[in-house]
């Protein structure tokens, strides 16, 4: 795998994970609510789900772009379309004010259960499976080895720094309400997210296979 693909994805990927959504936000709360631990059990659930996404993308992406340039290039215009879509979406966006002082619950619970509770919410979801589609395909090299395991390493890669970017907004969240409730912060970050999506959708229609 080449170094230049390497670093360019785990660029995108930190961009990715840190801009405020669904995901992180989930875990903030949780973690100011009902404590710290309890947001690391999720936070490691839901990194632990990217791995079923990663292994769905490769194993039936890789035989694709091995075997059918027309399919794969159907396949690649569908994922820039939905990368698009996700930065169009993303415009619409409206800042929602987060009270996190609202009914605080110190309680805490069984961390495998709270891990399930991630894993589950992130395996569930179709829409993360539609994003690593379209996400990892184009940070293939063609010059490295067998492409279902560069998606499986993209993926750990993906998922490790995840991992660290949740676990440090959990042990940090009592110091980063002010900045998910700071509307400037909410507008570099929206459209940071909009760039980055749109960068990697140009990119990967205009790839070649």
């Known amino acids: 795998m080449e170094t230049g693909l390497l670093i360019s994805f785990l660029g995108a990927s930190i961009l990715l994970t840190i801009m405020p959504g669904p995901d992180n936000i989930f875990v903030l709360i949780e973690s100011l609510t009902k404590g710290r631990r309890n947001g690391l059990a999720i936070s490691l659930g839901l990194s632990s789900g990217i791995l079923i996404h990663t292994l769905a993308s490769a194993t039936g992406l890789a ?60 395996v569930l979801n179709p829409k993360v499976s539609l994003f690593f589609i379209a996400f990892l395909p184009q940070f293939i090299s063609k010059k490295g080895f067998n492409t279902t395991y560069q998606m499986i390493i993209l993926g750990l890669i993906f998922m490790i720094q995840a991992i660290i970017i949740f676990s440090t907004i959990s042990i940090l969240s009592s110091k980063l309400t002010v900045y998910m409730n700071s509307l400037r912060f909410w507008k570099i970050t929206k459209w940071s997210k909009i760039s980055v999506l749109s960068i990697l959708g140009l990119t990967l229609a205009l790839s070649k296979k």
Not at 105 to 122: H, I, P, S
């Open 63 to 122: 035989f694709i772009i091995q075997n059918s340039a027309i399919v794969f290039s159907i396949i690649k215009l569908l994922g820039a379309g939905y990368l698009f879509f996700l930065a169009f979406i993303t415009i619409k966006d409206k800042k929602t004010s987060i009270d996190f002082n609202s009914k605080i619950d110190k309680t805490e619970k069984n961390f495998v259960q709270l891990m399930k509770k991630g894993f589950l919410m992130n």
